[in-house]
């Protein structure tokens, strides 16, 4: 199972940081994406962690904002959000993929008022 959490209400400018936590398996190896959905909006792709080596991908819209990370040691990856803008309002999910195993977790909401 897979969980994110860390959302919230906060004004532009201001800074979060999600927590995707992995129970029943443990996320190493595993690619760590970060995605989201603002209302009325498709689902996108924010920033991924490579399960490999640890490289990182981020969606031009939020390069140099978001800084998406892992700890091994309590299973969880995180994504570090700074400067944050009204546009970045959705909800975020994370996702663990491994070979041919795909896990989701259940989002959380990100405000971010002007």
């Known amino acids: 199972q897979l969980q994110a959490s860390g959302g919230g209400l906060v004004q532009s400018g201001g800074s979060l940081r999600l927590s995707c936590t992995a129970s029943g398996f443990s996320l190493e190896s595993y690619a760590i994406g970060w995605f989201r959905q603002a209302p009325g909006k498709e689902r996108e792709a924010v920033s991924c962690i490579s399960g490999e080596d640890d490289s990182t991908h981020y969606r031009d819209a939020v390069k140099g904002r978001f800084t998406v990370s892992r700890v091994n040691g309590v299973n969880t990856a995180y994504l570090q959000m700074n400067s944050l803008k009204p546009e970045d309002t959705a909800v975020y999910y994370c996702?663990?993929?491994?070979?041919?195993?795909?896990?989701w977790g259940k989002g959380t909401l990100v405000t971010v008022s002007s």
């Open positions: 996702n663990a993929v491994l070979l041919g195993t795909n896990y």
